[in-house]
Structures are given as C-alpha cells and as structure tokens.
C-alpha cells in the first residue's frame, strides 16, 4: 500500500545540481515526517536531511548543510531534494523515507553520480 518513488538521480559534473523527487501514495502524506538518506559505496545508510510533516523544521546533515535544501508539496505527496554544489563525495544512492506510526517506509533508491 505505502509506496515511495525517487527520481531524479544521474551523472552531473562537480558543482553542478540535481533535485530528486519522492513520490509518495498510500498514506497521508501531510501527517509524516519524511527524510533523505544516502548510501555511500562500501557505507553504512546515513541521513542526509529530514522534514517535519508541515516543513516547520528542517535538519541536514553537517556534510551537506548549506548546499541541499529539503522540501515538501503536501498538495501534490512529494518530498524534494534540491542538491546544489555537488561533490564526487556526494556520490551514492539516495533513498527516500517516509515515518508512519512508527514505522519507518523506504522508497527503492535512485543513484546519484558526480564525476567529471
């Protein structure tokens, strides 16, 4: 029932942007705090940014602070990751997440590729 879609992953050069996408059905979207997480290659899952259900708060990850905004439709059930200045060290599978009644719900992944 709860499905989570990312999209919006792919090869970008150093400095440039991507914004991924997390389409979200089968819950009530405006009610749970939604998150960004990364996997780096040969690393443990980590958080990357997380929001709560009306965008009232926001929290990122020290390595990205500055440089990704998290953000949310509650109109269209979508989570946006805006990624902005990337690194080759941003590299890896972002996931996206959805918290409903204490439980956490993960999308599939999309990659994310910054090389020149």
């Known amino acids: 029932q709860v499905q989570l879609v990312e999209s919006g992953g792919g090869l970008v050069q150093p400095g440039g942007s991507l914004r991924l996408s997390c389409a979200a059905s089968?819950?009530?979207?405006?009610?749970?705090?939604m998150s960004w997480h990364r996997q780096l290659p040969g690393q443990e899952r980590e958080l990357v940014a997380f929001i709560t259900p009306t965008a009232g708060s926001r929290n990122y990850a020290d390595s990205v602070k500055g440089r990704f905004t998290i953000s949310r439709d509650n109109a269209k059930n979508t989570v946006y990751l805006q990624m902005n200045s990337l690194k080759p060290e941003d590299t890896a599978v972002y996931y996206c997440k959805a918290l409903i009644r204490g439980y956490n719900y993960w999308g599939q992944g999309t990659q994310v590729t910054v090389s020149s």
């Open positions: 089968g819950f009530t979207f405006s009610s749970s705090a």
